[in-house]
């Protein structure tokens, strides 16, 4: 079925340190959003992405589009304890039925 | 306050029990959708709806029923049928953007935590 890859699943950061996940296609999409899930909670919509190559930001957030419209990349600098969670990406694929595609997710954790 | 509420926050389910799950939006969303979480996994989608009275099956639609019959309700049924129905569920709605090709961001409400007893 149609997939939107998340890499990496987890990613382990002291605090202050930056921290990235990955979002790829083999297809084209039409825009893709990120959410954040805090540890019980449910996902919150940060950002959308619809332009190829469109950057955005927030604060400490900074989202990217890629020129292909095949993947994008969420990048937070120097990491608090208020950024844990997992972050998710969802996308529309141009062919798609309304459907946002999912991806896996990367948890956010600061080691003590 | 606008919003989504889901009901009950737990619930418990019995061997050959059906347990029906509350979504209530009043937000005025044309769509609701439904999603399964396992824990430390993604979100995968059961059913959705874009419009009342009519509701499309999602990536793991078997062993649940859903139904849309006002715009602010998008209930839905575990049936017994669902021989493993432990899970996070969490209900969703969002605009419709009509016209384009692209989804409207999706607002969650807090979940169901559902065991089997």
């Known amino acids: 079925g149609q997939q939107v890859m998340q890499i990496p699943q987890y990613q382990h950061v002291q605090e202050g340190e930056d921290f990235t996940t990955y979002c790829n296609s083999s297809t084209t999409l039409s825009n893709i959003q990120w959410y954040k899930q805090r540890p019980g909670g449910h996902p919150v919509f940060l950002i959308q992405l619809v332009k190829s190559g469109e950057v955005k930001k927030q604060k400490r957030l900074t989202f990217q589009f890629g020129e292909a419209k095949k993947n994008s990349s969420l990048h937070i600098t120097a990491t608090q304890t208020t950024d844990v969670g997992t972050y998710f990406c969802a996308a529309t694929q141009t062919d798609s039925n309304y459907q946002l595609i999912w991806g896996a997710g990367t948890k956010l954790i600061i080691k003590p | 306050d606008g919003g989504i509420t889901q009901s009950p926050k737990y619930l418990f389910r019995k061997e050959g029990q059906n347990v029906t799950l509350s979504c209530e939006q009043n937000l005025n969303h044309d769509a609701m959708y439904w999603y399964r979480q396992d824990p430390g996994q993604g979100l995968r989608l059961i059913y959705y709806?874009?419009?009342?009275?009519?509701?499309q099956k999602g990536d793991i639609a078997e062993g649940y029923s859903v139904s849309r019959e006002k715009k602010e309700s998008f209930p839905l049924t575990v049936t017994s049928a669902q021989k493993n129905p432990t899970a996070f569920y969490l209900c969703?709605?969002?605009?419709?953007?009509?016209?384009?090709?692209?989804?409207?961001?999706?607002?969650f409400g807090d979940g169901t935590r559902l065991s089997i007893l």
């Open positions: 969703a709605s969002s605009n419709r953007d009509r016209g384009s090709s692209t989804n409207q961001p999706q607002h």
């Open positions: 709806s874009q419009i009342v009275n009519d509701f």
